[in-house]
């Protein structure tokens, strides 16, 4: 046995023998790291290799098997068991990725404080002593003797306190200070710790039935630390994010083997912990302007969860050369096609305008349906006409100014004549579908439909 240098992608784990600043697989840049394998040579030949025969088949056919439903264990935090589809089930690997300081460890400290009362949880920490978690547990209240506390690193030893404790849930804190001691490579948080100890953890979770959540750091470009297969490796993985500027953090799944990756949790940050808001749109339009020109009220679908929040976009004359156009919360490249789409079909002038385009509280936004408020808001400023208050928009708007369907849109409705909007601008196209359902739902609501953008002019005298 000899052991060499070999180079590792820290985004797909492809392992190379000399330095490269592209990697050969993936094709990103500056990725490789360099580290110290371990090897063995042994003689091999496909000629030679025969597989032994065997009498019994283990395969067998898909219908003789027979569906099991494990019931999901219900965390008592509504907006998380939302994000994984129910619960957590049993036998599932879930990865839980944020930034620094975002409120990962106290929400899985939360989490245990409610599960604790009727399963037996293990807490392995592997960066904060017991007693930093018990001031922690301390401050939101959480004292029960079902949840215990592990500090190690070694993920043998870890291993090996589940099988001695056998909980229902193990919680590792985090996977880049687990180190598998037996590798070759000793480093821990390398490509190859991580993917290493993570598969000690999957194995063990699905022999012996252990739920387990993993928290995963994030690195400089916001993706997981680590290489890409772990997010392969694991059945959900989770992004809690959010600006620390302000006091909410969203919970989102990006993959989930048991349930949707549609949903999203919302988590508002306060002295006795993360608290759960539950109408996030009356939170997000709390402290909206009245009568102030830019200024468009929004219906994002998030997941089935219909979201109001506020757009706003200032339109002012450029003293550059080239005029600035500056996004938060909203696509640039969609801004810049909007804009182009008003000028060049609507014929307002915004060439020579700066633009500034936000998405109020924080919020990030992709969803197709906020075009027609994001135009009708640009409108807005460049005429500086206010907007009703009241008003709500929504719909997705193409290249020729046209605007078209959208989906859940009753859903939407009823979300805006819940919080006491009077006016509802929808597309044409979805009025005309399901005008019956609409009409029911509006309850004394004004229904806009609108095939394009000239017809949403009206709106602004």
Known sequence: MKSKTEFVCTECGNVTSKWFGRCPSCGEWNTLEEQE??????????????????????????????????PRRKTGIGEFDRVLGGGIVKGSVTLLAGEPGIGKSTLLLQICGVLSDSFKLLYVSGEESPSQIKLRAKRLGIDNGNILLYTETDINEVVSEISAVQPDVVIIDSIQTMTDYSSSSTAGGSVTQVRNTAAKLIKTAKTEGISVIIVGHVNKDGGIAGPKVLEHMVDTVLYFDGDKQYAYRMLRAVKNRFGSTNEIGIFEMDAEGLC????????????????????????????????????????????????????T?????????????????????????????????????????????????????????????????????????????????????????????????????????AKKQIDKIASGAKIIPVKSLFETLKIFG
């Open 329 to 433: 919360g909203f696509n640039y490249n969609r801004l810049t096609l909007l804009a182009a789409v008003l000028e060049k079909r609507m014929g307002i002038r915004l060439g020579n305008s700066d633009i500034y385009m936000n998405v109020v509280g924080g919020l990030t936004v992709d969803d197709p349906s906020t075009d027609l408020p994001a135009c009708l808001a640009l409108i807005s400023g460049y005429k500086d006409i206010p907007i009703d208050d009241k008003l709500v928009a929504m719909g997705e708007v193409g290249l020729a100014g046209e605007c078209r369907a959208i989906a859940g849109i009753e859903h939407r409705i009823r979300e805006c004549v819940r919080l006491g909007f009077d006016t509802i601008i929808i597309p044409h196209r979805n009025y005309e579908r």
């Open 37 to 70: 394998a371990e090897v063995t040579t042994a003689k091999s030949s496909l000629r030679s290799y025969s597989a032994p025969k065997r009498e019994n088949a283990l395969s067998f056919p898909i219908n003789s098997i027979d569906i099991v439903e494990e």
């Open 276 to 327: 759960e808001v539950e109408n996030p749109s009356e939170y997000l339009l709390s402290q909206r302007p009245t009568n102030v020109s830019g200024n468009c009220t929004m219906c994002a679908m998030e997941g089935t969860r219909p979201i109001l929040a506020e757009i706003q976009a200032l339109v002012t004359t450029s003293v550059f050369p080239a005029p600035r156009r500056t996004s």
